[in-house]
């Protein structure tokens, strides 16, 4: 439906809840009144959030279609209330300016803002570069290294210079490729109980040190992917002290899960960046209240069921976020920091991350949201899911909120 009378919803202005009252969505605006006959939605309460950004999606298409397309990835985005997000495929690397055209032809189809990470190396190997100069004048935000490894320093430092003619940022998940060694979760206490091998906190830090020096070198700027332990924080915040331009987010379920959900041998736990100690984790939180971390990322990247279940150790990384992550992180991250820092990091700095405008929620302008119920629980089940994936580490978890309906590119949906 493209108008929608919204009763009984607190919305979201300068930063706190207004009192229940009445919302008029009428062709993408909150209208003062909606023509006759507009159905009306009981909100029972509920607030109404401007709508999220996403960062990190991947929908596989086109090369991995068999697994998850565009349209299913919309499709969560809608479910999840997503108007926008950062784009980058580990399977199609956006190394060319027809890639790049190509992929944005079939985003426009949907009508949501989706921004676009080109590859600095060509299919992401580190061998060859990318056409950057082209991919930033064709509309690419940034460039990333599609959560691979590039080991080869000299390479980095030649894509880091060539890249600094656009004035982009570089994209980074600091993991040493080497120091991991084939491990598959956090090195700790509950990977020796399992017998699993594990990836060290210096596989991340010794990377992340390695592109901050680069960085201030060059003076490129940077930003850190799914920061994992609290000694990238402090290297992150020594180097901003230092004249560093480096931002980072943290990935939802590391603020959520540590690696004692090992214990459960769960398949959709075996994700790229390991959930690290309790202790880590409580300092991912700790860099949130301090500003250090910039924004929560999503880290949207489906697997197939039959990658999924089989054995920890055999199951494919990955683990898809964005139907549930509102209702999962809401309460806990708004208790801890507040409403309106929690929708900082939510939806408007990881927009600005990527350079799209932050969705609205006021009158006169146009309307993006998803309404939430704060209080009333969600089971999560398979059938949350968008396309043929479900490869949640919270499938058949409650969690603590739940979302009633979207209202997202004039469209209200709801659940």
């Not at 949501?112 to 060859?128: E, H, R, T, V």
């Not at 990322?297 to 197939?304: K, Q, R």
Request: proline share 5%; net charge negative.
């Amino acid at each position: 439906m493209r108008n929608v009378i919204l009763d009984n919803v607190r919305p979201f202005v300068n930063g706190k809840f207004e009192k229940p009252t009445k919302m008029c969505l009428v062709d993408g605006n909150w209208a003062g009144e909606a023509p006759e006959g507009t159905e009306v939605v009981d909100g029972r309460g509920a607030i109404a959030l401007p709508a999220l950004f996403g960062l990190g999606l991947d929908f596989k298409e086109p090369l991995r279609d068999d697994i998850y397309t565009f349209k299913d990835g919309v499709d969560a985005m809608r479910r999840g209330g997503f108007y926008g997000g950062l784009y980058e495929s580990s399977a199609n690397a956006i190394d060319d300016s027809l890639k790049l055209a190509a992929i944005q032809q079939i985003s426009a189809k949907f009508g949501l803002s989706i921004a676009f990470l080109g590859a600095f190396s060509k299919n992401y190997q580190c061998k060859d570069l990318s056409e950057m100069v082209e991919l930033a004048q064709g509309g690419v935000v940034g460039f990333g290294d599609g959560n691979q490894d590039c080991s080869r320093t000299r390479f980095l430092r030649l894509a880091m210079e060539y890249g600094s003619m656009t004035g982009k940022r570089f994209f980074f998940m600091p993991l040493d490729d080497s120091l991991r060694h084939h491990g598959l979760v956090h090195e700790g206490c509950y990977a020796d109980t399992l017998g699993m091998k594990g990836i060290p906190r210096v596989a991340e830090t010794v990377s992340a040190f390695r592109i901050l020096e680069m960085a201030r070198f060059l003076k490129v700027p940077v930003h850190f992917k799914q920061v994992s332990c609290g000694e990238t924080l402090k290297l992150i915040e020594t180097a901003r002290a230092q004249g560093v331009d480096v931002t980072c987010d943290v990935d939802i379920y590391h603020l959520l899960i540590d690696d004692s959900c090992l214990l459960e041998l769960n398949s959709n736990c075996n994700v790229p960046m390991p959930f690290r100690s309790a202790e880590d984790r409580e300092a991912l939180w700790k860099g949130l209240e301090s500003g250090v971390v910039n924004a929560i990322s999503m880290n949207h990247d489906p697997v197939l069921a039959q990658d999924k279940e089989v054995n920890f150790e055999d199951a494919v990384p990955g683990a898809v976020s964005l139907e549930t992550a509102l209702p999962a992180i809401w309460k806990p991250l708004s208790e801890r920091l507040g409403a309106a820092r929690a929708v900082e990091l939510l939806s408007t700095a990881p927009a600005q991350l990527a350079g799209v405008a932050a969705a609205e929620l006021a009158s006169g302008k146009r309307a993006e949201l998803v309404l939430l119920d704060p209080e009333t629980p969600t089971e999560v089940a398979s059938s949350m899911f968008a396309g043929q994936v479900c490869n949640s580490p919270l499938l058949g978890k409650q969690l603590p909120s739940s979302i009633l309906g979207t209202y997202i590119n004039s469209e209200w949906r709801g659940v």
